[in-house]
Nanobody, 129 residues
């Protein structure tokens, strides 16, 4: 079993920045890719960003490209989402997710919710206008 705990959410004015963190604990001796998703009020969960186990491959949704950056910590069991130039439309519950790598390349990332094996509880991000 693995546990994912997000932190760093909060209330920020439009144009501001936040940095989300997600720490994986428990069964972390195996390699895994990670991703960030968000669920705006009244809407379905959507992909935000993903990063490979190696950390060398990453992908961001068009809606956040150039403003958000996903990265992994040196210990590999932590993933970050740096969010700059925040907009009210970025208001959502942000969740991190983990996908066991298995036999796939260490440079593979995943963008679909159904591909992920474990999820965190989420952290609220509210951007005021």
């Amino acid at each position: 079993q693995v546990q994912l705990v997000e932190s760093g959410g909060g209330l920020v004015q439009a144009g501001g920045s936040l940095r989300l963190s997600c720490a994986a604990s428990g069964r972390t001796f195996s390699s895994f890719a990670m991703g960030w998703f968000r669920q705006p009020p009244g809407k379905e969960r959507e992909f935000v960003a993903a990063i490979s186990w190696s950390g060398t491959s990453a992908y961001h949704a068009d809606s956040v490209k150039g403003r958000f950056t996903i990265s992994r910590g040196n210990a590999r069991n932590t993933v970050y989402l740096q969010m700059n130039s925040l907009k009210p439309d970025d208001t959502a519950v942000y969740s991190c997710a983990l996908k066991w790598r298995g036999s796939y390349s260490s440079d593979t990332y995943y963008t679909n919710t159904f591909e992920y094996d474990s999820w965190g509880q989420g952290t609220q991000v509210t951007v005021s206008s």
